[in-house]
């Protein structure tokens, strides 16, 4: 069997080049990987997918004639979390895990359609979707959090910040990073271990997948993908959503009233705060145009930061 060369992402190609050595010798495996995987698990590969920015998805047809999607990824931190979410989860919330190989950091998932990006449906709604979903997602924590833990992605997130601002050239001032700053000082003091659950760490409508028919477990007809499933704040899931929508936001009058508007949307369906919701969206907008910007990306880099400008004044 004869897997179609693999045509890689742009955002994957950008983290490729990032990596180095590693990266190319991720790449250059990649062909031989996919053909063992398919000759193990009886696939017949067809097109790759587009989105993800760690991994290569292709649509693949599967011995009894029906499709799913296989999944390889980068090598990273996180792929065992990943695979450990979707195990637990069940398809709660998420695609159905149809299996793994855990050395060759593949997945095979149940096959979903178009993400919500792609749906044509307004933010309100697709706001709504992605809360009914999420709350779906969310998954208990182990017991015993401990503070430390719970805080440590807005910590990381400000190491990111600092150290990355200067390394990039400083595409925004110094007034927006010391805001974004101020924000994970404060979520990491407020962090409370016992409102900790997995989070799935990166939900945006490209994330989120229209089933095909209805399931248990997807009672807005549409599952996650690419958890990253680590032990955190649901109202960081839910900034995370507002990450999003950076052309609108841009052409907004004012854009922080749109931007608290959502938040309120997003908080009133969950039963968070508002205004936390709003911090982590802030936060995650200067964290990702600068995490983007520094896998060499900076025209899509670029509006992440310019509504972060807006926003903070």
Known sequence: MTVPAPRLQPLVR????????????????????????????????????????????????????????LKVAMPRAGFHREVA???????????????????????????????????????????????????AAWQPAPERV?????????????ELVEDTW?????PVSRHVV??????????????????????????????ALRLGRPRAGAPAGVALVDPDGFVGDPAYDLGVVLRDWSVRLLADDDPAATLRRWSHRLAAAT???????????LLE???????VADLGADRVARPFLDVAARLVG
Do not use: F, N
């Not at 401990?146 to 400000?158: E, P």
């Not at 101020?182 to 409508?205: F, K, L, M, N, T």
């Not at 907008?285 to 995490?291: A, E």
């Open 14 to 69: 950008h983290r490729v080049r990032s990596m180095g050595a590693e990266g190319a010798a991720w790449v250059e495996e990649l062909p031989g990987l996919l053909d063992d995987l398919a000759r193990r698990w009886r696939l017949e590969p067809g097109r790759s997918l587009p989105g993800g920015t760690g991994s290569y998805v292709v649509r693949v047809t599967t011995a009894d004639g029906g499709t799913a999607v």
């Open 85 to 135: 979410t979707l195990r637990r989860a069940e398809g709660r919330g998420y695609a159905l895990l149809l299996d793994a190989d855990l050395e060759r950091r593949a997945l095979l998932l149940e096959d979903l359609g178009d993400d919500l990006d792609r749906t044509g449906r307004d933010v309100d709604e697709v706001l709504d979707v992605l809360a009914q979903t999420l709350q």
């Open 146 to 158: 401990t503070t430390g833990r719970a805080a440590r992605k807005a910590v990381r997130l400000a």
């Open 166 to 170: 200067e390394r990039v050239g400083r």
């Open 178 to 207: 010391d805001a974004a700053l101020r924000i994970a000082g404060e979520r990491a003091d407020a962090a409370d271990p016992a409102s900790c659950v997995i989070v799935h760490g990166d939900p945006h409508p490209g994330t």
């Open 271 to 281: 039963g968070h705060d508002e205004q936390v919701v709003y911090d982590w969206a």
């Open 285 to 291: 907008r200067v964290s990702t145009g600068l995490y």
